[in-house]
Structure formats: structure tokens, C-alpha cells
């Protein structure tokens, strides 16, 4: 599917102070600063006060359980034959933008997300046929379709940016649906694409038949930088990677489904391709801030996962929408201590990561 490219953005302050004065409809404040010390334990919790009804936090770890893809420990997995030149490949991309800097997609390219209570009232999402397509697509519309039913909470807030993306979970009927350019018109929520994944707790954590939001069919939130895992410390779960170039469209890697990309190079990086920081690399030495040693150590762990393409290499951070909407703060700002998100991943070891075989874990998967 053809995406809007993700910028990262000249002005983070400017971003969030635009983005407070549109949605924030509440005075509640943060109990507390986070304070960030040596280690992967350090951050305190910032309290999301005066929340009612849904959760407008992505949950701790993800919604996936330990079957799926985003749970998978890969640190003792063998390396693709073409591993040193993959690598090299995606270092080069990062290198060529934003001063080598990877964007942290915070405030825009994002999602937003709502874990719904049990009884939400559910909606039938129309179909906004941005892309033009010339057909219905089956199974997106009517009885069982993808948007029929989806229980969407009263003022929920689609992520900033064009894609305005939203996820949303119900943990009751063990649901999660995905939207992107999801709006609401009239009264009435649309969006242009998304989907539904059933049994999200034994699900392998990515969509089928031809929808979700990602270009390669994996689940957006999966592989998202929840504010909970900032918060924690510790990130217990794989990462989106986002790529400017990414292997032609009909070269992809399990878990990916489907694929937009278009490098028919030797060296081209698959979408569904799980990159592994270096074991090796010692975390604590590194000179990057604090939320990029939570994205090192999870990169050693869990890796990398190749989602989608992007204006730039990009990892991708909950947006804070939500919560402003529901609390009239954003946690984000104090949780990067001040430092600007074009900033956060400054100095991240692109070079030192590992490419891991074709389809990797294909073969254990349920």
C-alpha cells in the first residue's frame, strides 16, 4: 500500500504546543518529572491523572502475547549470508538524512491508541476510498467485515499528521483494530484503510487478506514505543524499523505479508527483515540518551523489525494525542527530558546491528 511519507519535524516544541491548544480538553498535570539515571530501570512513572473510561495508553509490553512476533527473544539467532552488506545498507540510509539522525516518530506518523473497556459502544466505520480503488474491497464492509463494529470510545483522537492513525484494543473480546487516515466526518468515523486482528493474545502479530495499516501487513502498535515502556525503563518487545528504500514489493521477509517497496538491489533490505543490535555492543557505554539505550537494549533482545518505508530511517514512539485529549498534558516532553525527538536517537550504532536469515522464526510459528 502506498503510505504517506513520514517527515520528521523542524519544531518538536512547536508541534506539541499546536497540538496541546487543539486537543487538550482536560487541566490534569503529571504527578511527577521522570528522572532518567545510569541504567534501564531509572525512569519514573508519570501518571496519566484524571483519565476516565479507556486506557489511552498503549499497555506495557504490547497487546501481543509471548507467541507473537514482537515477543520473540532473537538474541542466540544465527545471521543472514548477506548480513555485513544489509547492514551497511541501512547505515547508509541513515546516514544520507537529518545529519545521520534516525527520526523518533512521536508527534506525527504515529498512532494513537485506546484499550476499551468492556461494553464500548460500537460503531460501523465508513469507508473513505482515499486511494480511488475501483472495487469494494471483500471483507472490509458488511457483516464480519473489518469495519463493522468497532468500538471506537467517545473522543478518541487519531494520531497527528497525515496518516492520523489510531489502534484501538479490547481486551474483553481479545480485539484490536488499526485505522489509518481514520477521522471523524459528520458524526461518523472513516477511514481509508486498517483492519482487525482476532485472538490478539495468541496472534502472531501482524494482519491478513490484504489489510492493516503498515505497508507490510504487521501490526502498527506491535513494534510502536509505548509511553508505559518509557516509563518502565525497559522496552520488552521488538521495534518498527521504517526505511526510506526497502526490497521491490514481491521480495519480502516473514512476518511481513505484502511489501511497497521497489530497491531490486543485491543488498535491498526486505520488508519483514529482523535486524538484531550486536549482543556485543556495551549499552551502558554508549554516548546516546537515555531512551535510545531502552531502544539499544530491546534491539539486542528482541531486534528490529523492517514494517515499512519512510522519509527517513524511523523508529516509532505512541503518539501523545490521546492522552492530551484526555488529560490536557503531554508526557512526552519530560519523558525526553527536553531533548527534541529529531533528537533522541542521535549517536545510535546503525553499523553495528545484524541481519538475521530470510523468514527468520517462520518455522515455529503457530
Not at 495499516?213 to 521488538?238: M, N, W
Request: glycine letters at 10%.
Amino acid at each position: 500500500m502506498n503510505r504517506s511519507r513520514r517527515l520528521r519535524l523542524a519544531a518538536a516544541a512547536a508541534t506539541i504546543a499546536a497540538l496541546t491548544s487543539a486537543l487538550a480538553t482536560g487541566s490534569a498535570s503529571a504527578s511527577a518529572a521522570p528522572s532518567v539515571s545510569k541504567g534501564h530501570r531509572a525512569v519514573s512513572d508519570v501518571r496519566l491523572a484524571g483519565v476516565r473510561g479507556p486506557d489511552v495508553t498503549i499497555p506495557y509490553g504490547t497487546p501481543f502475547g509471548k507467541l507473537s512476533v514482537w515477543r520473540q527473544d532473537v538474541r542466540s539467532a544465527p545471521l543472514n549470508g548477506n548480513s555485513a552488506a544489509m547492514v551497511a545498507n541501512v547505515a547508509d540510509q541513515a546516514a544520507k538524512y537529518y545529519g545521520g539522525v534516525a527520526a523518533f516518530n512521536v508527534n506525527r506518523y504515529s498512532t494513537s491508541f485506546y484499550a476499551v473497556p468492556a461494553g464500548t459502544a460500537r460503531v460501523d466505520v465508513r469507508w473513505d476510498n482515499c486511494q480511488k480503488k475501483t472495487w469494494t474491497p471483500s471483507g472490509l464492509l458488511g457483516a464480519g467485515g473489518q469495519f463493522t463494529q468497532v468500538p471506537i470510545p467517545a473522543g478518541a483522537v487519531p494520531a497527528a499528521g497525515t496518516d492520523g492513525q489510531l489502534t484501538v484494543w479490547s481486551p474483553d473480546t481479545d480485539q484490536l483494530w488499526e485505522l489509518w487516515q481514520a477521522k471523524k466526518v459528520g458524526g461518523t468515523w472513516q477511514a481509508c484503510w486498517g483492519g482487525r486482528i482476532d485472538q490478539v493474545s495468541s496472534s502472531p502479530g501482524y494482519f491478513t487478506g490484504g489489510f492493516g495499516v503498515s505497508a507490510s501487513g504487521l501490526s502498527y502498535g506491535g513494534g510502536t514505543i509505548a509511553i508505559k515502556d518509557v516509563q518502565a525503563g525497559r522496552i520488552e518487545h521488538a521495534l518498527a524499523l521504517q526505511l526510506p528504500s526497502t526490497a521491490n514489493w514481491n521480495n519480502f521477509s516473514w512476518p511481513a505479508q505484502r511489501s511497497d517497496g521497489n530497491d531490486t538491489g543485491k543488498n535491498a533490505v526486505p520488508e519483514g527483515t529482523r535486524l538484531r543490535l550486536d549482543p556485543s555492543v556495551d549499552v551502558d557505554a554508549l554516548r546516546i540518551s537515555p531512551i535510545a539505550k531502552m531502544v539499544a537494549r530491546a534491539a539486542q533482545t528482541y531486534g528490529f523489525i523492517v514494517t515499512d518505508k519512510a522519509g527517513a530511517v524511523a523508529v516509532v514512539a505512541e503518539s501523545p494525542a490521546a492522552t492530551v485529549a484526555a488529560t490536557g498534558t503531554n508526557p512526552w516532553p519530560a519523558l525526553m527530558q527536553g531533548k527534541p525527538d529529531y533528537q533522541v536517537m542521535a549517536g545510535f550504532p546503525w553499523d553495528r546491528l545484524q541481519a538475521l536469515p530470510r523468514d527468520y522464526g517462520k518455522t515455529a510459528a503457530r
